[in-house]
């Protein structure tokens, strides 16, 4: 069978021979590269510098919690449990990481306000109105959270941030000065980590869409411990709950008939 032609500036595979990546050779070219560089460079098109690597790199690093108890995690564990395939498994949790109140849709609404906010402010609006008339329409994504306001992450980010040289940045500075305003308003609304990242991949150039791609896997490193715990015992022990656990004020407790 002979395939049929697919322009297409993404590369192509010369099988038996090379393989060009968005027009560098993959092996000849790319061999040494970093993951998260190809990765990357396979999102935007473009070769980060060192550094701004390592601040990519902790994104990912500094919220891979291997707890079962986060809803994605479990999804990976229930995976485990069920005794499913790690791709499947795996596959599941992170579809379910792109939650809407936590996960990745803030994030992607986070970085969408800071660069259109950001924008605005650079043409002379005041960021005080800015945010009175955000709030006015929805939400501001990427500022309180659950269970905790205080976001533990956040310090040990922006310290690698600052040993690179890249906590300065415009709109960094903008998501803090938000969450001034809007502590002021309520004090559980400190920065949660959506702002942050999406401050942080704002100022490295990434735009909405390039930081949706980048945030796919960034929990994911969380993901596999969970997984593999849960397939070491017995199957479906994860999470067992007793009838008598469960509040149930429906029908009462019924004859079963079978049809013949």
């Keep these: 069978m002979i395939a049929a032609p697919l322009p297409t500036r993404a590369g192509k595979a010369f ?5 060009v990546f968005l027009g560098h050779d993959l092996h000849a070219d790319l061999r040494h590269a970093d993951w998260v560089e190809l990765y990357l460079l396979s999102i935007t098109g473009r070769r980060f510098a060192a550094n701004q690597l390592k601040l990519l790199h902790a994104m990912w690093v500094c919220t891979s919690y291997p707890d079962a108890r986060l809803w994605n995690n479990r999804v990976a564990a229930l995976a485990g449990s069920a005794r499913s395939t790690p791709a499947l498994g795996i596959a599941a949790a992170l579809g379910m990481s792109e939650a809407t109140v936590y996960g ?26 800015l945010v009175e008339q955000e709030l006015a329409e929805r939400r501001i994504y990427g500022y309180g959270r659950p269970i905790h306001s205080t976001d533990e992450r956040l310090p040990w980010l922006l310290g690698i941030a600052r040993e690179h040289g890249l906590d300065g940045g415009p709109h960094v500075a903008l998501a803090h000065a938000v969450e001034v305003l809007l502590v002021a308003r309520d004090a559980r ?23 949706h791609h980048f945030q796919v896997p960034m929990l994911l490193a969380g993901m596999t411990p969970c997984f593999i715990v849960a397939a070491e015992r017995p199957a479906g022990r994860l999470f067992p709950l007793s009838c008598d656990d469960i509040a149930y004020a429906g029908a009462p407790k019924r004859r079963w008939v079978q049809n013949r």
């Design 15 to 19: 099988v038996g021979t090379r393989a």
């Design 104 to 129: 990745g849709h803030p994030c992607v609404r986070a970085i969408d306000f800071l660069i259109a906010t950001q924008r605005r402010v650079a043409g002379g609006a005041v960021l005080a109105e």
């Design 189 to 211: 609304l400190k920065m949660n980590y959506a702002a942050l990242t999406a401050g942080l991949a704002a100022d490295l150039g990434l735009s909405v869409t390039e930081f």
